[in-house]
C-alpha cells in the first residue's frame, strides 16, 4: 500500500511540474528565414512571467539531439530602447549557440511584443527568473546546467536574478550596474528622466534604488562571478564593476575584474578578448 501511495505521489509530481512547463512557455515558433554565419537555429518564443506574455528568443546549434549548457543573455536598454533585434540574434547570440549553448533571452516588459511595464529591475526580474522554467520545456536545453550574461541594464537583471536565487553555474556582467544610484547621479538628464518614470525619484523612494542595487546586498551575491567593464565608459562607469569587485573579494565571494584600458561600454573593439574571457570563465563551471 505504502508502495503505491509513493508511486502516486511521484506521478503527481512529474505531471504537476510537466503542467508548470506547459503553463510558463506558451509559444515555440521557429525563425525560418533566419540568416546568420553560424551553424545555428532560431525560435522566437512567448512565455508566462506574473499575470504577463513576455516575447523572448532561443538560439542553439544546428544539432537538436543533444541537451547543451543553457546560457540566459539580459540585454541593456530599457523598453523598446535595446530591444533584441534579428542582427542581434544572428550576430551574438548565434556566436554563443555556436560556441555549444542554448541561449535564452528576453524583451523583458514593454519590451518588444512583451506585456506589462518596464520596471527596470523590480518585479520584472521575473521575466529573467523564469526563463529556467522556460529551459525545461526546450529538450535541447541543460536546465540543471545555467549560466548567466547580462549586458548594462542585463547586469543589474543579473545580479537581481541571482539575489533571487536563480541557481546559475556562473555569471559574467558587461558595463553591468551594481548602483543605480550611482548611476542616476553619474548621468544626464535623459537617463535620470527615464529612471524616475520607470523607478521613481531617488529622493522619494531611495529604497527602490537600494533594490536594485548589489553594492547593498553584495554577501547575497554568492554564485562565480566575471566582471568585465571598459576604463573608457561613458555610459556606465568603471566604478560600478571596480567597487563590487573589491567588495565581493571582501566578501569571500568567488570573482575575477577584466578591464580594458581603452574600452567603451560595448567594448566592440575588444570582442574576441571579452568573449574568450566569458567563455573560459563559463568553461571553468561546467559540470564535468
Known amino acids: 500500500m505504502m508502495k503505491i501511495l509513493s508511486l502516486l505521489a511521484i506521478v503527481f509530481l512529474v505531471s504537476a511540474c510537466s503542467d508548470e512547463v506547459e503553463e510558463v512557455l506558451i509559444e515555440k515558433e521557429e525563425l525560418s528565414d533566419f540568416s546568420t554565419d553560424y551553424d545555428v537555429l532560431a525560435w522566437e518564443i512567448v512565455y508566462k512571467s506574473d499575470d504577463y506574455l513576455i516575447e523572448g528568443y532561443v538560439v542553439s546549434p544546428g544539432d537538436e539531439g543533444e541537451k547543451y549548457p543553457t546560457l540566459i543573455i539580459n540585454r541593456g536598454g530599457n523598453r523598446d530602447y535595446g530591444e533584441i533585434e534579428e542582427e542581434w540574434l544572428a550576430h551574438y547570440e548565434a556566436f554563443w549557440a555556436d560556441q555549444g549553448y542554448t541561449v535564452i533571452s528576453s524583451q523583458y516588459r514593454e519590451g ?12 520584472d526580474v521575473n521575466d529573467v527568473l523564469q526563463l529556467e522554467h522556460v529551459a525545461r520545456g526546450i529538450e535541447f536545453a541543460a536546465e540543471d546546467e545555467i549560466f548567466m550574461f547580462g ?21 559574467a556582467t558587461l558595463g553591468g ?12 538628464l535623459a537617463m535620470r528622466q527615464m529612471l524616475v518614470e520607470l523607478v521613481g525619484h531617488p529622493a522619494e523612494v531611495p529604497e527602490e534604488y537600494e533594490r536594485r542595487s548589489a553594492m547593498e546586498w553584495v554577501v547575497d551575491i554568492n554564485v562565480p562571478l566575471l566582471l568585465i567593464h571598459g576604463e573608457e565608459d561613458e555610459a556606465v562607469p568603471f566604478q560600478q564593476s571596480l567597487q563590487l569587485y573589491e567588495a565581493l573579494k571582501e566578501e569571500g565571494q568567488e570573482t575575477k575584474l577584466v578591464s580594458y584600458e581603452e574600452g567603451d561600454h560595448s567594448l566592440h573593439d575588444f570582442f574576441v578578448e571579452y568573449t574568450s574571457e566569458v567563455a573560459e570563465w563559463f568553461e571553468t563551471y561546467k559540470q564535468k
Not at 542585463?154 to 555569471?171: D, F, K, N
Not at 550596474?177 to 544626464?188: I, K, T
Open 112 to 123: 518588444g511584443n512583451s506585456e506589462g511595464v518596464d520596471e527596470f529591475g523590480g518585479d
Open 151 to 171: 549586458f548594462s541594464r542585463g547586469g543589474l537583471m543579473t545580479y537581481r536574478a541571482i539575489q533571487e536565487g536563480m541557481p546559475v553555474q556562473a555569471a
Open 177 to 188: 550596474v551594481s548602483d543605480l544610484m550611482g548611476a542616476y547621479e553619474a548621468r544626464g
